[in-house]
Each structure stands twice: as C-alpha cells, then as structure tokens.
C-alpha cells in the first residue's frame, strides 16, 4: 500500500547544503507531491534542474512560498525576516513556516511578527553540516543518526509541530523540542564558540607572512586541518550567527578566556597535574560523544 505523502508542495527557499539535502530526502522518500526551490542565482537554479531537486524553481520568494503547505526557509538568519515580510502576503491559514538556522531567538524575533494568523511557525535547526554550500554538494543521509532541535514559540499549533518532527524523523533525525534562549545558550558553547576558535587560529596564519604561511600548510598536522575544515564554512552564514546571538557567545568566549589563561599558568609554572587532569577530561567528553553516536 502506497504512503500518503506528508505534504503536498514543499517550497525551499535557499537550496544550499541544508536545503539540497532536504530536497534529495523528499524525493527519495516521496515525503511531497511537489518541490518548489528558490534561489537568488540562474546558475543555482540550472544546477537544481539538472539534478532533479526540484519541480519548479523560481528567484521569487513569494511563488515558492505561494500554495505550498510547507516553507521552509533554508538562508542565512540576516535574511530571515525579510525573507519573511516578503512571503506573508500569500500565506494563508493552515500552512507551516519553518527555518534551519543555528540561533533561533533572533529568528523567532525577526519572522514570527511577519506571519499571518492561522500560518503555523515551527523554528527548527538541523544539527548536521559539512564545509561545502550549494546544491550539488547535498547528500540524502546528511541528517541520518543526528539531532534536530524544533524551538516552537508558545501556543505553537502541536499538530504543525508534530509534522515538522516527521520530517525530520523521515530524515533520518533524532528530535528534541527545547526552548529558544536554551538552544542558543547550547549552541554557543558547542558550536559557535568551536567554530569562532577556529576562524581565529587559521586566521592567524593568514595573517603570517608568505613563507611561514606556506610552511604551515606544508606541515599541517591533524589538528591544524581540522581546524581549516571547520573554518571553510560559509563566512556569510557564519557572520549573521554571530551578529545574531552576540549574548551567548560573548558569555562563553568570555569563559573560554578565563580558561585559557589558568592553562597558560599552568604551563608556564609547570604544572603538570594540572595540565593532565585537564587532557584526561576532555578525552571523557570526547569518549562521550563518541558513545552517543555523534562522531
């Protein structure tokens, strides 16, 4: 027997790595009818054409938004609420709204004022991600074994919740429905934080003259790439996450700071108790990732 579809017309608006990926899902799972996909570039748009991601595609907001039962805005959060303003003149009551950026006060701030009354908004933030953008660099099981964390303002419909859920569920994605400051708070230790860290440390080679600079690329080691991969992420999206849940992480670089400092005295005085109770620690934590899954 054949499985009714979750929605009839799903309508991306940004079709990245996040939003091909969700596309590549639908269509292998038959999760909608029909695909709308919107993007700002022709070639975007030629690229998701000749991938098949898509039924329609269209540089118009409104038309992908326009009929389809599902939005989900898939841009970098400083985009958001304009994006917002721009669809809610042909939302109609009943369809869901939904996001996938990474700070979800600052979204709920800037789209929830825009959505019409009867129009569902489900904030939600995928936790998967590579260091590639665009739609060819999309992939079915981006979102296979990880979280999804929704962030639905109070009074939510819990329907419009639960379909979002499946959708990601469908995905491949585990669900944790969680207030929006606590998300950001989260979300700026174990990963804006991360993230910013890294910008700085491959920025600082940047900043190195030639010769050294090419030496240190010669001779990375395994942290140093690691560190390069993470901060090849999409510096746009990277800029609104920061300019957008300033607070949080303004907190916990200012934890990090302290820290820093009691390991730099704990180096210079050569303490090493210290130094290898701090390494025995983080190999726990790492060990504890390892066993949820999350690796």
Known sequence: MTREPLFDTVGLIGIGLIGSSLARVIRRKGLA???????RRDSTLETVRTLGLADAVTKDHAEAA??????????????NGMIARTIAPVLTPGQIVT?????????????????????????????AGTEESGPESGFDTLFEGRWCVLTPPPGTDPEAVERVSELWRQAGSMIDVIDADHHDWVMALTSHLPTLIAFNIVGTVADMENHTRQEVIKYSASGFRDFTRIAAQDPVMWRDVYLNNREAVLEMLQRFNEDLSRLQR?????????????FRRSRDIRRGIIDAGQA
């Open 33 to 39: 009818r029909r695909i709308v996909a919107c993007a």
């Open 66 to 79: 326009r009929g389809a039962d599902l939005v989900v805005i898939s841009t970098p959060i400083g985009t």
């Open 99 to 127: 996001d996938v950026g990474s700070v979800k006060q600052a979204v709920i701030r800037d789209v929830a004022p825009a959505i019409p009354e009867g129009v569902h908004f489900v904030p939600g933030h995928p936790l």
């Open 266 to 278: 704990a180096i210079r005085w050569g303490e090493g108790e210290e130094l290898e109770d701090l």
